[in-house]
């Protein structure tokens, strides 16, 4: 079925996504947008970030995406209820917090680090509602402005912000929820801070709901190659830089 995957995500982020997304699925062709000049989505409100996302949509509408996914949990969290609402007739495929994988990992001291608008968002709630356990112990914190400091290349400030976050829980967190996807991109990073924590994201599990859904609207591609262009808002300096992340990680 021709068509692309559209992947959208606040700048390089979404990248930790796509990966796994070709790996599953070597064949189609993806179109990947990084909106970094929006960067960071973590501290918007809502209605902005509904605006915003709403754009990309409709530019890869235009761009004939046959399926959209949100390689984002901000933006998931924040605007994929109301995205299903403006476009019923497009398929969105949406990135939460890994909190049911902790669950499912029977993890027992669990930090979810997100951006400051995941961690408050009512999904997060819901998920450690419907996914805790009596004898589970959970730390819900932001990571503040670590998408932002990544999104720069910022590894220094980066490195001297995990160690503020996470110290603290050294000895008490046996796993972390990657709760926002840039996170996703310093698992080298987080794991010197946290050398024996199970680092958790729902990259693996995003890229099996996208088959599904192809598979089940019967829009997988039928062909033997598939394709990629990266877009960013900002510079094509940073396309350059994402496509070398993609070989990397
Ligand atoms: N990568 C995004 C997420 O998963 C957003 C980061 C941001 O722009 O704050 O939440």
Redesign the pocket.
Known sequence: MNGKIGVF???L??LSVLKELMKLLPNEDYLFYEDSIH????VKSEEELIEITSHIVDYLLERDCKIIVIA???ATTSCMKKLRELYPQMIFVG?VPAIKVAYDSHCKHTIIL??PY?TKSKRVQELIHDYTDKDQELFNISGGDL??LIELGEMEKVKALLQDLLLPYQDNADSIVLG???YSLIKKEIQEVLPNALLLDGCVGVSQEVKRQLESHHLLKESSSGSLEIVNDKSDDLITRSYEILEEI
């Open positions: 995500d606040s700048g982020g979404g960067n960071p989505y973590g984002c949990n901000t990135t997100s951006t995941t998408a932002h926002c996807t840039h």
